[in-house]
């Protein structure tokens, strides 16, 4: 049985010009406004600043085009840049990772929102969420430790690095990614719709799949292009597993499937290594560098457009009539599997916390948290932990306000074709790899404006990682936003401004706090900027002196240079205790926000 779903009513239309009232409305909405356009600003600028530097690049040095897309041979010293092979494996890990995290991810969101009780929902919905907020670097170590032997045993070959380890640790990454955004998008569905299917009849199979999944579909796909866009973009957790071997392309469907446990190139990993700073700033090797950043967005858009060309300007669709045939049976098994869906990061969290807690068993030992380290070997990590906060806090200021604004403008006020671009920078800008954030950075900051590595220039990159995040979370929140709030708006004569400030702002704060939350896990993984723009390993003071001129000492970095020295049980030590102590902070900084979003979300569970 299908239902026909009423379409959302639009938003209210500019009202006309008031007289200026001494302390009240029109200096608050030129005030919003202003807010909004700035946070949009904020986003073209950055992907302004990034295409600035990679075109600069490009005209640095000479491109051949064709063979860089045609050709696989990448060997600077006789002058072939090919990039085929890197393109790739660029494909190859992110759909496995796709494959392996959307439908796992998509049945637990649903398991999670629609078939279990508050009391359980809540600590798994935590739980899956503290996932989302390992960083990177720890999921890089643990697949060193875990699924580097279990590719080596699957395909007997040495080390284990290749394509397939790189997919699972990415499809590892973004599940929580996954799940968490599409729970926000099922938990956003006015429960009116459930009670009305429920009223003509329908099992929970048949109200999911035809009252809920239809209201929810725009939120779980900007669930599944924000994992693809960490996928895309993610350099160092891929970089520690996939061998960094160029030039491997199959030629025949057997040569495909032994590729996949062989090692690989990707694109980020190639930016990543150490070519770029060996490049120079200008000639053709360093182009043909700025040219791979340049297909990665390429890349980035054209996803981003396929996955975005049905959500806007169209009204929902009548579902299939579902068959009456073993109603009850069917009803059984989805219930059934979608529960069982829950099994794996269920077991994936208890997996990294029971190896996090017996290899980084020195991360509990308070000492270690409020000493100074004194190398690779010894000391504790006070130092990495200030620097680690200081960036975090910096970073969570300036773009907090600025997604915020982005997300609201892109779901109120752009029509849906500029909506639609919108978001597409957007993702293109949260897929970029970070690394050349970095590059950037450092051209811009350290080079243009002659500042040394700073923590503020630090914090300053970080922003287009986070702002990406909180905007497409809030646009997707806005987009699901019940029908009689917008009428109850329009039937009051609210102005735009008015109408953003009581209604949308209220509706939508408890998801844009979980889209800060995901993006400043995702920042607080980042290595590779760091490294350039704001960090040194060792003798940095813990408290920065001052604003442009003084760098600090980092978790992630400080983990990365220590896993470095395989070589070395003390580093190795050292590296696990740390990342011990970057998911406690980030689980009780997650576990704080997480209460305050649910004590104002209120009860949109199903019971």
């Not at 990679?54 to 060997?75: K, R």
């Not at 600590?123 to 503290?130: C, G």
Request: aromatic share 6%.
């Amino acid at each position: 049985m299908s239902l026909t779903l009423e379409r959302r009513a639009e938003a209210p239309a500019p009202a006309a010009p008031r007289p200026p009232v001494e302390g009240g409305r029109p200096g608050r909405a030129r005030w919003v406004w202003g807010w909004v356009y700035t946070g949009a600003f904020s986003v073209a600028l950055a992907l302004a600043v990034l295409i600035g530097y990679l075109a600069t690049g490009l005209a640095g040095g000479h491109v051949d085009w064709a063979s860089l897309l045609g050709e696989s041979v990448w060997s600077p010293t006789t002058g072939d840049f090919g990039a085929l092979a890197m393109i790739y494996g660029s494909a190859v890990v992110c759909v496995l990772a796709l494959v392996l995290a959307v439908p796992v991810g998509w049945s637990a969101a649903i398991a999670l929102s629609e078939y279990l009780p508050p009391h359980l929902s809540r600590p798994l919905r935590l739980s899956v969420e503290l996932l989302a907020a390992v960083p990177s670097i720890v999921y890089g170590l643990i697949g060193i430790m875990v699924i580097r032997p279990f590719v080596s045993s699957l395909g007997d070959v040495p080390g284990g690095d290749s394509l397939l380890a790189a997919g699972i640790v990415l499809a590892v990454m973004i599940m929580p990614t996954i799940v968490a955004v599409s729970v926000d998008a099922l938990a956003a569905v006015p429960g009116r719709y459930r009670e009305a299917a429920y009223s003509l009849g329908l099992t929970r199979r048949e109200v999911v799949r035809s009252a809920v999944l239809p209201q929810a579909r725009s939120g779980m796909r900007n669930a599944v292009l924000l994992g693809l866009a960490r996928s895309l973009g993610e350099a160092i957790a891929v970089f520690l597993v996939i061998g960094r071997a160029d030039g491997r392309l199959p030629r025949s469907f057997g040569d495909f499937v032994s590729s996949l446990v062989h090692p690989g190139q990707t694109l980020t990993t190639k930016l990543a290594g150490p070519e770029p700073t060996l490049a120079g700033t200008s000639g053709p090797h360093f182009a043909a560098l700025c040219a791979l950043g340049i297909i990665l967005f390429a890349l980035v858009g054209a996803v981003t457009v396929w996955g975005t060309r049905r959500t806007h300007g169209q009204a929902v669709k009548r579902t299939r009539r579902p068959s009456a045939r073993l109603r009850t049976e069917r009803d059984r098994l989805a219930t059934l599997v979608r529960l069982g869906a829950l099994l794996l990061p269920g077991t994936l969290l208890i997996g990294m916390l029971t190896i996090l807690v017996t290899r980084g068993s020195s991360g509990f030992n308070p000492a270690f948290w409020f000493t100074s380290s004194t190398g690779a070997a010894g000391g504790g990590v006070s130092d990495q932990i200030l620097g680690t906060l200081l960036l975090l806090a910096t970073t969570a200021l300036i773009a907090l306000p600025l997604g915020y604004g982005a997300g609201i403008l892109m779901g109120v006020h752009a029509t849906a074709k500029t909506a639609r671009v919108m978001e597409t920078i957007t993702v293109a800008v949260g897929g970029t790899p970070t690394i050349l954030l970095g590059l950037a950075g450092y051209v811009l900051f350290c080079t243009a404006m002659g500042w040394d590595r700073s923590w503020l220039a630090g914090a300053i990159v970080l922003v287009p990682v986070v702002v990406p995040v909180i905007a497409l979370t809030t646009a997707g929140r806005i987009r699901s936003m019940p029908a009689e709030l917008t009428e109850s708006a329009l039937a009051l004569g609210l102005t735009r401004s008015q109408y953003i400030r009581s209604v949308v702002i209220p509706y939508t704060w408890p998801a844009t706090l979980t889209g800060l939350l995901l993006g400043l896990a995702r920042a607080a993984g980042e290595t590779a900027p760091l490294l350039f723009t704001a960090t040194v390993f060792y003798g940095a003071p813990a408290l920065p002196s001052g604003i442009v001129d003084s760098p600090v000492q980092t978790l992630p970095t400080h983990i990365f240079t220590l896993s470095q020295d395989s070589g070395a049980p003390e580093a190795v030590n050292q590296a696990w205790g740390s990342a011990l102590v970057l998911v406690l902070i980030t689980a009780a900084l997650l576990s704080l926000a997480v209460a305050l979003r649910n004590r104002f979300e209120g009860a949109r569970w199903t019971t």
